[in-house]
């Protein structure tokens, strides 16, 4: 068989994906790494790495230790899969207390995203989202997938907030701090303002003239 004959067949396994939903969890262990420096390590896992690899130079990939990923591609781009489009991003499962992953559902934790579907426990970690080819994923075990729209449009803007979220200048911060503060005191409380914030899935604010140090908002 030739090597072109084993990557048709393998694209045509893989097509299996079109099956899945953004936000599915699936049973697939150690499927995310990030790539580390030998020469300057950054933690203990790459420093182990380089060092059972026995090198102190160079690029080496550190795998992160889970059993679960989440798909984070968009579910209408997992419908085809050809050679030019088969790979799709996950990111590893872990768990927190329910207190963190509830903020988390609630987008109070930027860097994860709650799974509810999974459990109350369960959240994506978001600093470590790996690009795998879609073969990666053939014959896992689903551990849950979004079981409403609302569920998984909640998800998807998750994830598009950790990546278009601004990083605000710090006088922009201290002026909004105190409404933050008073929203976060608020929140979950029997009381007026408490069941109004818990409505509140999105708050904007306009910058004018622009996003600076002189920016007033409005």
Same mark, same amino acid.
């Given at each position: 068989?030739?090597?072109?004959?084993?990557? *048709?067949?393998?694209?045509?396994?893989? $097509?299996? !994906? +079109?099956?899945?939903?953004?936000?599915?969890?699936?049973?697939? /262990? #150690?499927?995310? !790494?990030?790539?580390?420096?030998? +020469?300057?390590?950054? +933690?203990?896992?790459? /420093?182990?790495?380089?060092?059972?690899?026995?090198? #102190?130079?160079?690029?080496?990939?550190?795998?992160?230790?889970?059993?679960?990923?989440?798909?984070?591609?968009?579910?209408?781009?997992?419908?085809?899969?050809?050679?030019?489009?088969?790979?799709?991003? !996950? /990111?590893? @499962?872990?768990?927190?207390?329910?207190?963190?992953?509830?903020?988390?559902?609630?987008?109070?934790?930027?860097? =994860?995203?709650? &799974?509810?579907? @999974?459990?109350?426990?369960?959240?994506?970690?978001?600093?470590?989202?790996?690009?795998? *080819?879609?073969? !990666?994923?053939?014959?896992?075990?689903?551990?849950?997938?979004?079981?409403?729209?609302? *569920?998984? &449009?909640?998800?998807?803007?998750?994830?598009?907030? =950790?990546?278009?979220?601004? $990083?605000?200048? #710090?006088?922009?911060?201290?002026?909004?701090?105190?409404?933050?503060?008073?929203?976060? *005191?608020?929140? #979950?409380?029997?009381?007026?303002?408490?069941?109004?914030?818990?409505?509140?899935?999105?708050?904007?604010?306009?910058?004018?003239?622009? @996003?600076?140090?002189?920016? @007033?908002?409005?």
């Amino acid at each position: 068989m030739t090597q072109l004959t084993l990557i *048709e067949s393998a694209l045509q396994r893989a $097509a299996v !994906v +079109s099956s899945l939903l953004q936000g599915e969890v699936l049973g697939v /262990a #150690d499927a995310c !790494v990030v790539l580390a420096e030998a +020469s300057t390590p950054l +933690s203990a896992e790459a /420093a182990d790495i380089a060092v059972s690899a026995g090198t #102190d130079s160079g690029l080496i990939a550190v795998p992160h230790v889970v059993d679960d990923v989440v798909l984070l591609t968009q579910t209408c781009d997992l419908q085809f899969t050809t050679a030019a489009e088969h790979r799709c991003l !996950v /990111a590893p @499962v872990i768990h927190m207390s329910e207190q963190v992953a509830y903020e988390a559902l609630r987008g109070r934790r930027p860097g =994860f995203a709650g &799974l509810p579907w @999974v459990g109350s426990t369960a959240v994506a970690d978001l600093s470590r989202i790996t690009t795998v *080819e879609r073969s !990666v994923l053939i014959g896992a075990v689903s551990r849950g997938r979004p079981r409403t729209l609302q *569920e998984q &449009l909640h998800f998807a803007e998750t994830i598009s907030r =950790f990546f278009t979220r601004p $990083a605000l200048p #710090d006088p922009v911060n201290e002026v909004l701090s105190p409404f933050v503060k008073r929203i976060a *005191e608020k929140h #979950d409380r029997e009381s007026a303002e408490g069941r109004c914030a818990h409505k509140v899935s999105e708050l904007r604010v306009e910058a004018t003239p622009d @996003v600076s140090g002189r920016a @007033v908002c409005t």
